[in-house]
């Protein structure tokens, strides 16, 4: 059974950074297009950033410079570091592969 699951969430101050991670199981995950979105109190799930199996990053365009996907194949993790996070507001983010989703893992914004 494919499983995500992400962790690494916390309570931050606008500034301040997370690293994320999503650890994948149930199948070789090499060939897999992995996602981040991200869901506040009340708005609609956004996608945040992608990394591709060949290689190919893309981010939301609010986050670029600051956010960073990475993967190790060797563990099947995914992670996302968020530098400098600013007024990101409290959100649940969640990385996701296809129909496969995470429980999701929230970031607190202390301001």
């Known amino acids: 059974q494919v499983q995500l699951v992400e962790s690494g969430g916390g309570t931050v101050q606008p500034g301040g950074s997370l690293r994320l991670s999503c650890a994948a199981s149930g199948r070789n995950f090499s060939d897999a297009n992995i996602n981040w979105y991200r869901r506040a109190p009340g708005r609609e799930r956004e996608f945040v950033a992608v990394s591709g199996y060949l290689g190919t990053k893309l981010y939301h365009q609010s986050v670029k410079g600051r956010f960073s996907i990475s993967r190790d194949t060797s563990k099947d993790t995914i992670y996302l570091q968020m530098n400098d996070l600013k007024r990101e507001g409290t959100a649940s983010y969640y990385c996701?592969?296809?129909?496969?989703w995470g429980q999701g893992t929230q970031v607190t914004d202390s301001s």
């Open positions: 996701n592969e296809l129909e496969c």
